[in-house]
């Protein structure tokens, strides 16, 4: 072995291993020079260009600056955005304050790799990575009208403020991990509050250079930006519901937004809901998947608060409507509380040019006092457009007319086909419904009909049910047209002391024969052919003034009129009052038995 090479070798390693020690140690005592010495630097230069750059409308502040030139990371720490509410008035006399004013807090700012020798060689900031690690933001949105047509490039160029010190500034991707954002609305005369916690938002490539500022490619001086949000719940004022939505996803540069689910839980059970309440009110549950939004104007949403979108689409879901009429009514009145209303009333200016409803199942439930039982009704595979959704005001408005276009399978059998028209503009809430259902075996509707209207349909083969109405928030008016044949109904009384329902034989032989018209056209071949003219009650909803106005069509249709209305009640107090004597001669037949023994 040749142990001088050796004792060389180790000389050379020493010699190696002291360089290297003393450059780290040269290093850190560099870091730490540089962050003793870099905060009032930093915090001079940046709060400058920040004042510069927002017309002296925002400060920025910082605890400590911690810098290691070695790896090109640095850190900020107590880090605060505060915008200066006197500079802010006063920017407003001069119409050049903006519509937002945002309240930043955070522990830690973390600068990833932000490359020192391009800054002292080429003058270029260049960062891989800035991370806000659960920043504390508050936006506060006040609409003002000079604002109203500004694009979203700045006036002036930010280039402008930093040429001096940089060619270029740029950030590759800026990360708001597990952010906290607190949205304040101040164009209300109360202001209203949103908060969403966990949110998380990465901003892609931010640019200020020569040519940035004009590159319409960009928006805020930014290539893209993406907002997540996973297991969102919010609870509603009245304590009945929660709101949640799975997958919040946006990309700005496609102008998409996907929510993987989102849902309207109530908290309470059906047999629970109406009882917490103290009345009977409509119990919704609705789901949907995979809520898709094209073409959204992001610049609008940050400057005005608007949500405005090319096209939406949901691929399936359920919604679920019960009602348990056990419980006493609750009789409010319901004017002004039509869809097309109730959207002009939404606090978000809203305008989706078109909605793709794909596979939606709707069933509406009620339990019934008087029966004891639930019926039910549903909508199988709802799909269909609706186009021009809109609340916009008058004067941006340019079609008043919302409508819808839907297909689906009533009792998951007869094919209904519906349209609807919506004036959002009419002072009555005018709208219209116009469709038909076709090929339907009438017994389906049993599940309907025998625990609500007290009706069985022994048989029925519906083939076309079609109708045209026009109606407002006070009367509808149109026509129906019922094709049937075979029709043949069962009236039904609860069972005494028990929860099933049985059939009255007699008065349901004397409807069939004397009333109801077993088929329409007749066998002579008549028509009967409904007008429709009925007025809504204030209490009545909007469904339940639909449905009424139909009913009022199937009932000309099969012959029952007003006139045999009358009738059949007649008929069925003269029944009970001869089964109340029969009752009455039996017991007496029974007391003078036991008299006589």
Same mark, same amino acid.
């Given at each position: 072995m040749n142990f001088k090479a050796l004792f060389k070798n180790k000389k050379k390693w020493k010699w190696i291993f002291g360089v290297l020690v003393f450059l780290l140690v040269l290093t850190g005592l560099a870091a730490w020079y540089v962050s003793s010495k870099i905060k009032p630097f930093v915090q001079r230069e940046l709060a400058a260009v920040v004042k510069k750059a927002t017309n002296g409308l925002y400060d920025i502040r910082f605890e400590k600056v911690m810098v290691n030139p070695l790896t090109g990371n640095a850190s900020l720490t107590e880090v605060s955005l505060i915008p200066d509410t006197l500079v802010y008035k006063k920017l407003i006399a001069q119409r050049k304050a903006p519509n937002n004013l945002y309240f930043i807090r955070l522990q830690k700012l973390r600068i990833k790799r932000f490359h020192p020798f391009r800054i002292y060689f080429d003058k270029k900031l260049d960062v891989d990575l800035l991370l806000f690690d659960r920043p504390q933001i508050t936006m506060v949105n006040k609409s003002l009208s000079f604002n109203e047509n500004k694009p979203p490039q700045p006036e002036q160029s930010p280039y402008d403020y930093v040429k001096k010190i940089f060619k270029s500034v740029q950030v590759n991707t800026i990360d708001f991990k597990n952010a906290s954002f607190k949205y304040v609305n101040r164009n209300g005369a109360i202001p209203e509050t949103d908060t969403i916690s966990n949110i998380s938002i990465t901003l892609k490539d931010w640019l200020i250079d020569s040519a940035s500022a004009k590159d319409k490619t960009r928006f805020y001086l930014l290539k893209d930006a993406y907002v997540y949000l996973n297991n969102y719940i919010y609870a509603t004022p009245d304590s009945m519901y929660y709101i949640k939505a799975n997958q919040f996803e946006f990309s700005a540069s496609q102008k998409k937004l996907n929510i993987k689910e989102f849902s309207l839980e109530p908290r309470y059970s059906e047999k629970d809901f109406a009882k917490v309440n103290g009345y009977a009110r409509d119990r919704y549950s609705l789901k949907l998947n995979n809520i898709d939004f094209y073409g959204i104007n992001l610049f609008a949403y940050i400057k005005n608060r608007e949500l405005i979108a090319d096209e939406m689409g949901i691929a399936d879901g359920t919604l679920a409507v019960f009602n348990d009429n056990s419980y006493p009514k609750l009789l409010k009145d319901k004017t002004g509380k039509f869809p097309h209303q109730l959207l002009q009333k939404i606090g978000i200016h809203t305008t989706v040019k078109k909605i793709k409803l794909n596979k939606l199942?709707?069933?509406?439930?009620?339990?019934?006092?008087?029966?004891?039982?639930?019926?039910?009704?549903?909508?199988?595979?709802?799909? /269909? &457009?609706? %186009?021009?959704?809109? #609340?916009?005001?008058?004067?941006?408005?340019? @079609? +008043?007319?919302?409508?819808?276009? *839907?297909?689906?399978?009533?009792?998951?059998?007869?094919?209904?086909?519906?349209?609807?028209?919506?004036?959002?503009?009419?002072?009555?809430?005018?709208?219209?419904?116009?469709?038909?259902?076709?090929?339907?075996?009438?017994?389906?509707?049993?599940?309907?009909?025998?625990?609500?209207?007290?009706?069985?349909?022994?048989?029925?083969?519906?083939?076309?049910?079609?109708?045209?109405?026009?109606?407002?928030?006070?009367?509808?008016?149109?026509?129906?047209?019922?094709?049937?044949?075979?029709?043949?109904?069962?009236?039904?009384?609860?069972?005494?002391?028990?929860?099933?329902?049985?059939?009255? /034989? &007699?008065? %349901?032989?004397?409807? #069939?024969?004397?009333?109801?018209?077993?088929? @329409? +056209?007749?066998?002579?071949?008549? *028509?009967t052919l409904a007008t429709v003219s009925y007025e809504r009650k204030p209490t009545n909803s909007f469904f339940n003034f639909i449905w009424r106005s139909l009913f009022q069509g199937v009932k000309h249709s099969v012959g029952l009129s007003k006139q045999k209305e009358m009738e059949i009640k007649r008929y069925v107090t003269k029944f009970e009052n001869m089964k109340d004597d029969r009752e009455r001669r039996r017991m007496r037949r029974e007391l003078r038995l036991k008299a006589n023994k």
């Amino acid at each position: 072995m040749n142990f001088k090479a050796l004792f060389k070798n180790k000389k050379k390693w020493k010699w190696i291993f002291g360089v290297l020690v003393f450059l780290l140690v040269l290093t850190g005592l560099a870091a730490w020079y540089v962050s003793s010495k870099i905060k009032p630097f930093v915090q001079r230069e940046l709060a400058a260009v920040v004042k510069k750059a927002t017309n002296g409308l925002y400060d920025i502040r910082f605890e400590k600056v911690m810098v290691n030139p070695l790896t090109g990371n640095a850190s900020l720490t107590e880090v605060s955005l505060i915008p200066d509410t006197l500079v802010y008035k006063k920017l407003i006399a001069q119409r050049k304050a903006p519509n937002n004013l945002y309240f930043i807090r955070l522990q830690k700012l973390r600068i990833k790799r932000f490359h020192p020798f391009r800054i002292y060689f080429d003058k270029k900031l260049d960062v891989d990575l800035l991370l806000f690690d659960r920043p504390q933001i508050t936006m506060v949105n006040k609409s003002l009208s000079f604002n109203e047509n500004k694009p979203p490039q700045p006036e002036q160029s930010p280039y402008d403020y930093v040429k001096k010190i940089f060619k270029s500034v740029q950030v590759n991707t800026i990360d708001f991990k597990n952010a906290s954002f607190k949205y304040v609305n101040r164009n209300g005369a109360i202001p209203e509050t949103d908060t969403i916690s966990n949110i998380s938002i990465t901003l892609k490539d931010w640019l200020i250079d020569s040519a940035s500022a004009k590159d319409k490619t960009r928006f805020y001086l930014l290539k893209d930006a993406y907002v997540y949000l996973n297991n969102y719940i919010y609870a509603t004022p009245d304590s009945m519901y929660y709101i949640k939505a799975n997958q919040f996803e946006f990309s700005a540069s496609q102008k998409k937004l996907n929510i993987k689910e989102f849902s309207l839980e109530p908290r309470y059970s059906e047999k629970d809901f109406a009882k917490v309440n103290g009345y009977a009110r409509d119990r919704y549950s609705l789901k949907l998947n995979n809520i898709d939004f094209y073409g959204i104007n992001l610049f609008a949403y940050i400057k005005n608060r608007e949500l405005i979108a090319d096209e939406m689409g949901i691929a399936d879901g359920t919604l679920a409507v019960f009602n348990d009429n056990s419980y006493p009514k609750l009789l409010k009145d319901k004017t002004g509380k039509f869809p097309h209303q109730l959207l002009q009333k939404i606090g978000i200016h809203t305008t989706v040019k078109k909605i793709k409803l794909n596979k939606l199942n709707i069933s509406y439930a009620e339990f019934d006092k008087q029966s004891g039982q639930r019926g039910q009704i549903n909508f199988k595979n709802t799909s /269909g &457009i609706i %186009s021009n959704v809109t #609340n916009q005001p008058k004067v941006k408005r340019k @079609n +008043p007319i919302i409508e819808a276009n *839907l297909e689906s399978y009533l009792m998951g059998q007869g094919k209904l086909n519906v349209n609807f028209k919506f004036n959002v503009l009419a002072p009555k809430a005018d709208f219209s419904y116009k469709g038909q259902l076709v090929n339907m075996d009438g017994r389906q509707l049993n599940y309907i009909t025998k625990p609500l209207a007290m009706l069985m349909i022994k048989s029925c083969l519906i083939r076309r049910f079609a109708f045209d109405i026009s109606a407002n928030e006070e009367v509808a008016k149109g026509k129906v047209e019922f094709i049937y044949n075979d029709l043949s109904i069962g009236l039904m009384k609860r069972h005494e002391g028990g929860q099933r329902l049985r059939r009255l /034989g &007699i008065l %349901s032989l004397l409807a #069939n024969a004397m009333v109801i018209y077993s088929d @329409n +056209p007749s066998d002579d071949g008549k *028509l009967t052919l409904a007008t429709v003219s009925y007025e809504r009650k204030p209490t009545n909803s909007f469904f339940n003034f639909i449905w009424r106005s139909l009913f009022q069509g199937v009932k000309h249709s099969v012959g029952l009129s007003k006139q045999k209305e009358m009738e059949i009640k007649r008929y069925v107090t003269k029944f009970e009052n001869m089964k109340d004597d029969r009752e009455r001669r039996r017991m007496r037949r029974e007391l003078r038995l036991k008299a006589n023994k």
